[in-house]
């Protein structure tokens, strides 16, 4: 069964802080591993990942694709009150039809508090 | 340019009761899917579509139709709702762009069974 775990579950941390949150995958013909900002209402993209030790940036977002160890890290840095949000990762794959379909974890919810 | 477009954007359904759930887009994707997000389960694929008279089952396809008579529209029928399908539905298109494929994501239906 194709699955993708993320932690923490929830995390509050002060403004300017930097955080981490994690991604780990198990989807059989892995092509991508994305991520959303989710915050009241429909989930936005911030990166898709494909390769292996390349590191997508924008602004204080950052991101990096183990595909060894099967995991994705998300990193904001200098954290401010609109970055809290739920943070999705999902697992991009080819089913035998040869149609993408998409795991997602169940999210991180990050607090920023002033 | 709208994007994605779901409607309603609330609504709530005695058990037994049928309605649709309507998505439409304007940036000629030939994918969209539904999904539907619970607490602790993440987001889960029902129905997905890749043209005009092609549909196919997701996740948890149970209780739901789907059809595609154009590119442009997707709606979501629930031919009998149960409390169980109380939930946010997101509407889902993909493109192919940057050597992967992108989701963008309508506002979401909150549906309630009472």
């Known amino acids: 069964e194709d699955k993708v775990v993320q932690s923490p579950l929830s995390l509050v941390v002060h403004e300017g802080d930097t955080v981490t949150l994690n991604c780990s995958y198990e989807?059989?013909?892995?092509?991508?591993l994305l991520w959303y900002k989710q915050e009241k209402k429909a989930p936005t993209f911030l990166f898709m990942l494909?390769?292996?030790?390349i590191e997508k940036k924008s602004g204080r977002l950052s991101s990096i694709l183990d595909k060894k160890e099967l995991f994705s890290i998300l990193n904001i840095t200098a954290t401010q009150t609109g970055d809290s949000a739920i943070y999705l990762c999902?697992?991009?794959?080819?089913?035998?039809?040869?149609?993408?379909?998409?795991?997602f974890g169940i999210g991180t919810k990050l607090q920023v508090i002033p | 340019n709208a994007g994605v477009t779901q409607t309603p954007k609330f609504q709530v359904l005695k058990t037994g009761q049928s309605m649709t759930l309507q998505c439409a887009q304007d940036?000629?994707?030939?994918?969209m899917s539904w999904y539907r997000q619970d607490p602790g389960m993440g987001l889960r694929l029902i129905h997905y579509?890749?043209?005009?008279?092609?549909?196919d089952q997701g996740e948890v396809p149970n209780g739901y139709n789907v059809s595609r008579s154009t590119t442009e529209d997707f709606p979501l029928r629930l031919l009998s709702a149960a409390p169980s399908q109380t939930s946010v539905y997101f509407c889902?298109?993909?493109?192919?762009?940057?050597?992967?494929?992108?989701?963008?994501f309508g506002s979401g239906t909150r549906l309630t069974v009472v």
């Open positions: 940036m000629n994707h030939e994918y």
């Open positions: 999902a697992g991009g794959q080819m089913n035998s039809g040869g149609y993408q379909k998409v795991t």
């Open positions: 579509s890749v043209g005009a008279g092609i549909t």
């Open positions: 989807v059989t013909n892995f092509r991508s």
């Open positions: 494909t390769s292996s030790g």
């Open positions: 889902a298109t993909r493109a192919w762009e940057n050597r992967a494929y992108g989701y963008t």
